[in-house]
């Protein structure tokens, strides 16, 4: 599970605006992993056989981490 919080508050300042929006992200700062597809290409045994053998996979699974807690603040003044 992964839980975000967003907000934000804008102020008048006399014929101005003062903005202020905050972001927490996956507040658990919890590391994990998601999605996953395969690439495409023409699969056979052989080359299968040599692409698991190999130290790093061309085409194995790719995944998506999720590498902790993320924080964004954005200040902003409108005239």
């Known amino acids: 599970m992964v839980i ?4 934000g508050k804008s102020w ?3 014929k101005k ?3 202020l929006f905050v972001s927490l992200n996956n507040l ?4 994990y992993k998601t999605g996953g597809f395969e690439q495409g290409w023409n699969a ?5 056989k040599t692409d ?3 130290p790093t996979r061309r085409f194995g699974p ?3 981490y999720g590498r902790g807690a ?3 603040i954005n200040l902003n003044l409108r005239f």
């Open 4 to 7: 975000n919080a967003v907000g």
């Open 12 to 14: 008048r300042i006399g």
């Open 17 to 19: 605006y003062l903005g």
């Open 28 to 31: 658990l700062d919890i590391e």
């Open 44 to 48: 056979n045994y052989p080359s299968l």
């Open 52 to 54: 698991v053998n190999h």
């Open 62 to 64: 790719k995944y998506w």
């Open 70 to 72: 993320t924080y964004f």
